[in-house]
C-alpha cells in the first residue's frame, strides 16, 4: 500500500456535527478498502481563492491514510457524489507524517529550501550568479572607477558618423 494524502473543501453551511460526520465517511471509505489513516487535520474555514457557486469560504481538512487503489478510485466516487464537497485533492504522499505548515507564503524557505537565486548553480531572474562579474571587466578596473571598456569587435575610435561626416566634407 501506498501512502496518499487527500485535501478537501466542505461547504461553509456545514456544522460542526456535519463536519465530523462528513469526516468519517471519508474515514470509513479508506478503513473498508483495508487501509489505514495516518493523520486528519482540520485546517478550518478559510477564504477560497475564487468563488465556487457563489460561495466564498470553505471548511479545509487533510487526511493522510495508506491505502490500495481500489480505495482511491472509491474515494474519488464518493466526493463527486456529495454535494457538501466543493472541491478535493488526493495525491502521493511523499513527505514527512506530521501536520503541515500552512502558515505562510514563505514556508519553503524554513524547510531549507530557499527562494529561486539562493541554491547554488541557480541563475535565479538576473541571468548571472550572484556576485559573477563581466568577464569582459576586471575587478581593478571596476574598483578604479575606469569607464568600461566597449565589447570585443568594436572599435573605440570616435563616433562613426561624425567622422563618415568629415570625410564627405573634405571632399
Do not use: C
Not at 457557486?53 to 463527486?80: N, Q
Not at 548571472?128 to 565589447?151: L, M, N, Q, T, V
Amino acid at each position: 500500500m501506498k501512502e496518499y494524502e487527500t485535501i478537501f473543501v466542505m461547504h461553509p453551511q456545514v456544522d460542526d456535527a456535519g463536519i465530523e460526520k462528513q469526516i468519517e465517511e471519508i474515514r470509513s471509505v479508506v478503513t473498508g478498502g483495508r487501509g489505514e489513516v495516518t493523520g486528519v487535520y482540520k485546517w478550518g474555514r478559510r477564504k477560497l481563492a475564487y468563488t465556487i457557486g457563489k460561495v466564498r469560504d470553505g471548511f479545509y481538512t487533510l487526511m493522510r491514510f495508506r491505502a490500495d487503489a481500489d480505495a482511491l478510485r472509491e474515494l474519488d466516487r464518493r466526493y463527486r457524489l456529495n454535494e457538501m464537497i466543493l472541491r478535493h485533492l488526493t495525491v502521493a504522499s511523499s513527505g514527512d507524517p506530521t501536520a503541515p505548515d500552512h502558515r505562510g507564503r514563505d514556508r519553503h524557505v524554513e524547510r531549507g529550501r530557499g527562494r529561486i537565486g539562493d541554491r547554488p548553480g541557480d541563475r535565479g531572474r538576473g541571468g548571472s550568479e550572484p556576485g559573477e562579474k563581466d568577464a569582459e571587466h576586471g575587478p581593478e578596473e571596476e574598483a578604479a572607477g575606469a569607464p568600461p571598456r566597449p565589447p570585443a569587435g568594436i572599435e573605440a575610435a570616435g563616433d562613426p558618423i561624425a567622422e563618415g561626416e568629415a570625410e564627405s566634407s573634405s571632399r
